[in-house]
């Protein structure tokens, strides 16, 4: 009875296009998983994300999950999973690439899934990382390791979103270490982030990771823009 009545006072809302979600619905309504502009990436191994790093990273693997379309629906769900607090769209993003991931070849062999690290001060604003329940859903799937100690990220940046690529990698380049140096231990690495555009934080990111020896790195993102 109390159930019905919180949900008939506060309904949940579908977090793509604010409709009332039904009993059977969580998080995205039916309509707009419909809509969902998936890339089918990893069905391709030399995709558009794969290239964006040719020349700047030696990857096993890259890939993402939708296409990020200003004033889109992947852009409201990318909003509100960042700065909205709706950390159950990272979630069910995980779950649902988890799925595909896990029958690509080239990722049978990793190890431990790395978000994107957030500066503490960034984190301290935000209050989480937006990626972690993606990664966590992600690792889970795939039944590896979630790792969020190895990368960090000891530069704080403001917001990159309008900068191009050659000035986000002037200012990213060093942003990034790690923790992991255990030479004995190869590792794959699938380190995962919301959204790509020039591939400048990722590259950072990438670089520390590779610095661990006998390592190998492939990379998975909810949402892939052009930039």
């Excluded at 999950?65 to 992947?74: P, T």
């Excluded at 769900?77 to 700065?83: D, E, Q």
């Excluded at 100690?149 to 704080?156: E, F, G, M, Q, V």
Aim: charged residues 20%.
């Amino acid at each position: 009875m109390l159930k019905n009545l919180i949900n008939i006072l506060f309904p949940k809302t579908c977090s793509g296009c604010d409709t009332i979600l039904l009993e059977s619905e969580h998080t995205i309504c039916t309509a707009c998983i419909h809509e969902m502009p998936y890339t089918h990436h990893h069905l391709v191994s030399n995709n558009e994300t794969f290239k964006k790093f040719y020349g700047r990273l030696p990857l096993e693997h890259a890939s993402a999950l939708l296409y990020f379309h200003k004033e889109g629906l992947v852009q409201q769900l990318i909003h509100n999973l960042k700065y909205k607090g709706q950390q159950d769209i990272g979630k069910l993003m995980g779950q649902w690439y988890a799925h595909e991931l896990k029958n690509v070849g080239a990722l049978q062999s990793v190890t431990d899934v790395i978000p994107v690290p957030l500066h503490p001060k960034k984190l301290r604003e935000r209050g989480y990382n937006q990626v972690t329940e993606f990664g966590k859903a992600l690792a889970e799937g795939l039944n590896v390791n979630y790792n969020q100690d190895i990368l960090l990220r000891t530069t704080y940046n403001k917001t990159q979103t309008k900068k191009n690529r050659d000035a986000r990698a002037a200012i990213i380049g060093s942003a990034f270490d790690v923790t992991y140096t255990d030479a004995d231990s190869s590792k794959h690495f699938l380190l995962i982030d919301d959204v790509i555009t020039t591939g400048a934080t990722l590259e950072s990111c990438g670089k520390a990771l590779l610095k661990t020896p006998n390592s190998k790195l492939s990379i998975a993102t909810i949402a892939y823009a052009h930039s």
